[in-house]
């Protein structure tokens, strides 16, 4: 079975600090990475994703990851936040079947 | 291009009554899935549907839960009887098909409160 742990439930930033968020999984073959985030009042919406190639991936806002296989960690980072980042980060893993999600972790950037 | 819809927003109910939600995916996606998301937790796989066949509902409380997606487009997922546990946030996603390389859009998710 899959598993996903994110390190943090809530993390809070001040304007143009630096972001990293932890994320592990657990799962013995080929998986498929995302990030997904959810502004507040909003749905879910996917981040960026790795499924191949290289192991460092861009998203939108200026958001990045970097898959490492033998830590078995995909942490996203963010050189300077900005307030309109605040939002619950999810992490998910996709191995053999189903997408499995941590249990998020809640960023609160104060201006 | 239109996201996926849910409805209702927001249900209050009493233990023991039944309710439903409705999905209408994003036209042309095969692949729908109902997730459960309880609040302080990410969402969990209920059920998927590959067009009208049911893919996976190995996390589906089969004595009081059942999904149907009867002509491969829109969804409903019930519960009957609804229990304490299960308040939470029930989201609805698509994606094209069912491969691990494609990107599942979420809807703006169902509030149920159980009394």
């Known amino acids: 079975a899959q598993s996903v742990s994110q390190h943090n439930h809530h993390v809070i930033l001040s304007e143009a600090a630096s972001l990293e968020l932890g994320c592990n999984y657990s799962?013995?073959?080929?998986?498929?990475l995302f990030w997904y985030v959810q502004y507040p009042g909003q749905h879910l919406q996917l981040l960026l994703k790795?499924?191949?190639?290289?192991?460092l991936v861009k998203g939108i806002k200026g958001f990045e990851a970097e898959f490492i296989k033998s830590k078995f960690s995909f942490n996203l980072r963010k050189p300077s936040v900005q307030w309109s980042d605040t939002a619950e980060y999810f992490c998910a893993v996709k191995g053999y079947s189903t997408l499995t999600f941590g249990k998020g972790t809640m960023l609160l950037v104060s201006p | 291009e239109a996201g996926v819809a849910q409805s209702p927003r927001y249900k209050i109910i009493e233990k023991r009554q039944s309710v439903a939600f409705w999905c209408n995916p994003i036209s042309g996606h095969a692949t729908l899935y109902w997730y459960q998301q309880i609040l302080g937790q990410g969402p969990k796989l209920l059920i998927q549907f590959q067009n009208n066949g049911v893919v996976d509902d190995s996390q589906l409380p089969k004595d009081r839960f059942s999904a149907e997606r009867l002509k491969g487009v829109d969804s409903t997922l019930k519960i009957q009887p609804a229990k304490l546990e299960d308040s939470a946030v029930y989201l609805c996603?698509?994606?094209?098909?069912?491969?691990?390389?494609?990107?599942?859009?979420f809807g703006p998710g169902t509030r149920l409160l159980v009394l």
């Open positions: 996603a698509s994606s094209l098909d069912s491969s691990g390389e494609e990107t599942q859009y």
């Open positions: 790795y499924f191949s190639g290289d192991p």
């Open positions: 799962y013995g073959g080929t998986v498929n």
